[in-house]
């Protein structure tokens, strides 16, 4: 049985506005903390958006949908559940808004869907790269003190909207500790990638201890005890085994047909005496620890007592692999070919020992030398379960969120004719032409860097949607799924919002209009071009359906927005069309970055030609207010408004943006979660028909049948 419904936008908005109402609370420093009861009896109390509505248990497939992009998103880049859903929230309801007004001049959800994709490619990534950039700091400076300063001043805001104020100070200097003591001497890209990939087997909790009582070790710590611990002094040669050491002769590759007892004894021996000779080989060779992956006979533990080898047995296969990554060995293959043979896939350990950690007994190793990163590991203890998994999970996101701080964002310098041609960047230049270089707009203390920007003196926005309507672009579905989707190379029928018809007017490609106005196209070629376009648009306008399954769409929606969330390094391509965002580039908290990206949205809404791009840029434009508007709520009255007039006056005079302000967010964090919000509501929005399927699924062999017939 099957159930099949219409996308209604109305329902849509009302479950982002009760996924949001979860989560509001608990946005910014002065937020409060969730509490949620599990069918079990377990009682969660968070303040991580993301751990709050994971928790949820949804049934609405479009709902789950939501919260499967937020945790792609957080899985990705760290942080911003909360924002998320909130910036959702309300740009849905806007369209939703937008639709009632009259329903029947406006175009399909899709055409709405189309559009938020262009608007992140063509519009978004202008504004960054011309606009705001000149707003941005970096957290870097000429001494490592003052970076380490910066960088908590990162992380401080970053861990309040994910522990108790308690913990907030301590996990900051934590994690600021293993970021650079795994860091020096090494890339810091590479080494916090290693961190992100292999963090399960650098960190440990303990249940049952202090807070207090985390902190950060030297080496690594093996979830396993020794099987023989031979304790040795000063350096130790250690090799990996990944196949047992007392093999029979059919795991050794040899056939062998025996016809009586004593041919199987006289087998036996013969492999005993071989472990023999081959451990006593590794003696020879100065072996003093084994790490094997398997767990290993009683036998090669009692020669590996009587040579001073110490054994460790049944490691995971990722903790041999990060041993591997950070050494440069292969695992030593102990078969008949190599017993009598050197022995130099080792490495060498500082310090190879046991570790008590409450109840739990681990071995704890140290290497001399290590590639990519310094060897550290974390321990991270509480009283209960659900506390230490709270910290652990706010750890690992802080460090996946210094790892997208410190990689620098390629953003594409073009944009569309309209962008090209009525763009902020004209109003700049002439302005520049009038005007001496202004002060920085923000500084920080600690000699953070100085720069000097130009800065345009534009009317304050007075945070008002203006009603427009024209039409506005709309690009082929199949092209905008694309992952080689380029806009300048796609020439886009003009379809207007307000009635769903096609204009006569049609954007050339943007490298035919850089610099200059839109010519006029002439009556034949104009005729042409719009009846091939007429034509595409109604195959378009045939019956699509997106279906939509509760068990099914929810990977495929989570694997469709890691896609569009994933931006290739152009720099390395050379393409001089593409502007860098520098790593390390920051911003003051508190709403800034909204504010300043509302700015220059509504700025660029008045200047553009197409209404409906107008209208969808106040739009979002104003969806973006809701960050600082809520963060506001908890202080004092009127403090949004003046908020608002103290950044716009700032902007007009070339002043300091909230000088008062110390803490910092991540530019490149922000960025990306806008980008995701718009990928999401599009994806979202394109849906044309949600059918449950209430029938357990048929037998796989079935299956099979009927699609091979």
């Known amino acids: ?82 924002t998320f859903i909130i910036l959702l929230s309300d740009l849905l309801q806007q369209f939703e808004k937008l639709t009632k007004r009259d329903q029947e001049k406006y175009c399909s959800l899709k055409h709405f869907s189309q559009f938020l994709v262009k608007i992140q490619t063509n519009i978004l990534d202008h504004i960054m790269t011309q606009d705001l950039k000149k707003h941005f700091v970096s957290i870097f400076s000429a001494s490592n003190s003052d970076t380490r300063q910066n960088m908590e001043l990162v992380l401080e805001p970053y861990f309040c909207g994910k522990v108790g104020s308690n913990r907030q100070t301590f996990l900051t200097h934590l994690t600021c500790d293993f970021y650079f003591k795994v860091t020096v001497g090494k890339n810091p890209n590479e080494a916090l990638y290693l961190v992100n990939e292999c963090f399960a087997e650098l960190h440990t909790t303990v249940t049952g201890l202090p807070f207090s009582d985390s902190r950060i070790l030297d080496g690594l710590l093996l979830h396993r005890d020794f099987a023989i611990y031979c304790p040795t002094d000063g350096d130790k040669r250690i090799i990996i085994i990944t196949e047992p050491i007392h093999s029979s002769l059919s795991e050794l590759g040899i056939e062998v047909v025996m016809i009586a007892e004593g041919q199987f004894n006289a087998s036996e021996t013969w492999i ?59 695992p030593f293959k102990p ?62 996101e802080a460090l996946k969120m210094l790892q997208q701080m410190f990689t620098p ?70 092209v905008l799924r694309s992952s080689n989707y380029n806009s300048s190379t796609v020439v886009m029928p003009s379809v207007d919002l307000t009635h769903g018809i096609k204009s006569s007017l049609f954007q050339k490609k943007d490298d035919d209009l850089v610099g200059c106005q839109t010519a006029p196209l002439k009556p034949k070629f104009q005729k042409e071009r719009f009846q091939m376009a007429e034509n595409k648009f109604l195959e378009d306008k045939k019956p699509d359906f997106n279906i939509v399954d509760k068990n099914v769409q929810l ?133 044309d028909l949600i059918i449950s399927i209430k029938r357990l699924p048929q037998k796989a062999e079935e299956s099979d049948s009927e699609v091979d017939g």
């Open 555 to 687: 990977q495929v929606s989570t694997a469709s927005c890691a896609r569009l969330l994933k931006y290739e390094k152009n720099a390395q391509r050379g393409n001089q069309n593409y502007s860098c965002i520098e790593l390390g580039s920051v911003l003051p908290v508190g709403g800034l970055f909204e504010i300043l990206l509302h700015y220059y949205l509504s700025n660029y809404a008045k200047q553009c030609q197409s209404s409906n791009t107008s209208i969808i840029c106040s739009i979002l434009a104003d969806v973006l207010l809701s960050i600082p508007k809520t963060l506001c709520m908890t202080q004092k009255r009127k403090a949004f408004p003046q908020l608002c007039l103290q950044v716009t006056s700032a902007l007009k005079s070339s002043q300091q943006l909230l000088p008062n302000q110390k803490l910092l967010e991540s530019v490149s964090c922000k960025y990306h979660l806008v980008a995701s919000v718009l990928q999401c509501a599009a994806q979202l929005l394109s849906v």
């Open 335 to 396: 078969s008949l070919d190599n017993v009598n043979h050197e022995i130099t896939q080792t490495a060498v350990a500082k310090f190879c020992q046991p570790f008590h950690l409450g109840t739990k007994r681990f071995v704890h190793i140290g290497f001399a030398e290590t590639s990519t990163i310094q060897l550290y590991c974390v321990i991270l203890c509480g009283p209960v379960h659900g506390v230490t998994e709270q910290h652990t999970s706010a750890f690992r």
């Open 1 to 82: 049985m099957a159930t099949a419904a219409r996308l209604d936008l109305g329902r849509l908005a009302q479950e982002a506005a009760a996924l949001a109402g979860v989560v509001r609370g608990s946005l910014g420093p002065h937020g409060g903390q969730v509490l949620l009861t599990r069918p079990t009896g377990e009682v969660l109390i968070s303040r991580d958006g993301r751990r709050v509505l994971e928790a949820l248990n949804v049934d609405s497939p479009t709902a789950r949908i939501m919260i499967a992009c937020i945790s792609t998103h957080c899985n990705l880049f760290g942080d911003g559940a909360k």
């Open 409 to 478: 964002i390629h953003l594409p310098q073009n944009c569309d004719s309209e962008l090209e041609n009525h763009s902020l960047l004209n109003s700049l230049n002439k302005t520049q032409q009038h005007s001496s270089p202004h002060q920085p707009l923000f500084q920080e203390p600690n000699d953070w860097r100085k720069r000097q920007t130009n800065t345009k003196h534009l009317t304050p926005c007075a945070f008002k949607m203006e009603k427009h309507s024209a039409s506005f672009s709309v690009v082929d579905e199949n």
């Open 272 to 330: 005993t005496k071989r472990t023999e000779s081959l451990l006593q080989h590794m003696r020879d060779n100065n072996i003093k620890v084994i790490l094997s992956g398997v767990k290993q006979h009683d036998i090669v533990h009692r020669y590996g007592k009587n040579n001073g080898i110490s054994i460790v047995d049944c490691l995971l296969t990722e903790e041999i692999s990060l041993i591997c990554k950070i050494t440069g060995i292969s």
